[in-house]
């Protein structure tokens, strides 16, 4: 693909990581082939994860389409952004669409970025994945890497206010890749899940405790944040889907 856009985008954003003195720790990256069709799946709790997530490939020398919703397409200053990048556009309403042109992208040699959990997680921790990585792997014919991102939550995702404060730590952790036959999605979902739970458990228990203090909100419950639990989270989610759809139908209501 001709990229216009992009190497000037790589550029700005490491400019970017350097004048907010971030020490961004990457793991794993030969795990990324530096050719041939590749998936990442990503780990998804903040706004900013395209960005980290694809900095995973960077090593390797990889630009990264990430799969992304509609809505992003459709904004008129994000939409031309996304389209020159290549990236995928994503319709909830007609997901097969978009895992067509996936399977294309990967069969012509790109690397393609995909967030199984579909939605930020305001928990933190891994929420239910979707089978399309696996799938859409498996169709391809290409290694599925997992790619688990720490700390970009405190800079910007849900429910809290943007902090783009000098010298966060970011982990970006690459396993090793799978390859997936689709015989089984469930089952490969489920493994894809526990290697980046445990790739997860890692990057948090290896963050700087400085950066981590007991009780911060970013940190999951269970290693002694303040976060939502995946319960409390759900029930978050649950309550802003049904915020949306009332706004959705509001405009229909006959009036009174």
Same mark, same amino acid.
């Given at each position: 693909? &001709?990229?216009l856009?992009y190497?000037?985008?790589?550029v700005a954003?490491?400019?970017?990581?350097?004048?907010l003195?971030?020490?961004?720790?990457?793991?794993g990256?030969?795990? #990324?082939? =530096?050719?041939? @069709?590749v998936?990442l799946?990503?780990?998804?709790?903040?706004y900013?994860?395209?960005?980290?997530?694809?900095?995973?490939?960077?090593?390797?020398?990889r630009k990264?389409?990430?799969?992304a919703?509609r809505?992003?397409f459709?904004? =008129?200053?994000t939409?031309?952004?996304?389209?020159?990048?290549?990236?995928?556009e994503?319709?909830?309403?007609d997901?097969?669409?978009?895992?067509?042109?996936?399977?294309?992208?990967?069969?012509?040699?790109?690397?393609?970025?995909i967030f199984p959990e579909?939605?930020?997680?305001?928990?933190f921790?891994?929420?239910?994945?979707?089978?399309?990585? #696996?799938r859409?792997?498996?169709?391809a014919?290409?290694p599925?890497?997992?790619?688990?991102?720490?700390?970009?939550?405190?800079?910007?995702?849900? @429910?809290?206010p &943007?902090?783009?404060? =000098?010298?966060?730590?970011?982990s /970006?952790s #690459?396993?090793?890749?799978?390859h997936p036959?689709?015989?089984d999605?469930?089952?490969?979902t489920?493994?894809?899940r526990?290697v980046?739970s445990?790739?997860?458990?890692?990057? /948090? =228990?290896?963050?700087?405790?400085?950066e981590?203090p007991?009780?911060?909100?970013?940190?999951?419950r269970r290693?002694?944040?303040?976060?939502?639990?995946p319960?409390?989270a759900?029930?978050?989610?649950?309550?802003?889907r049904?915020?949306?759809?009332? &706004? &959705?139908?509001?405009?229909?209501?006959?009036?009174?």
């Open positions: 693909m &001709r990229d856009t190497p000037p985008i790589i954003a490491k400019l970017g990581f350097r004048l003195g971030q020490d961004i720790r990457i793991t990256a030969e795990n #990324v082939p =530096r050719d041939g @069709g998936l799946a990503v780990n998804h709790i903040g900013v994860d395209f960005i980290y997530g694809g900095l995973a490939a960077n090593p390797s020398g990264v389409r990430f799969m919703k809505e992003l459709d904004h =008129r200053w939409g031309p952004l996304m389209r020159s990048l290549h990236h995928i994503v319709d909830r309403a997901g097969e669409g978009s895992l067509v042109t996936a399977v294309e992208y990967l069969r012509s040699g790109e690397a393609v970025g579909a939605t930020i997680s305001r928990a921790e891994l929420k239910e994945f979707k089978t399309g990585a #696996v859409i792997a498996a169709a014919a290409v599925l890497v997992p790619v688990v991102l720490w700390g970009t939550q405190r800079m910007m995702t849900k @429910g809290h &943007r902090d783009f404060s =000098r010298g966060t730590t970011i /970006i #690459v396993g090793p890749a799978a036959t689709g015989a999605p469930v089952a490969e489920a493994a894809l526990g980046m445990k790739l997860l458990d890692e990057a /948090i =228990r290896s963050y700087p405790t400085a981590q007991a009780g911060s909100w970013w940190l999951p290693y002694g944040g303040s976060a939502p639990t319960e409390e759900a029930a978050l989610d649950a309550a802003e049904a915020e949306r759809a009332e &706004r &959705r139908a509001a405009p229909d209501d006959p009036p009174s």
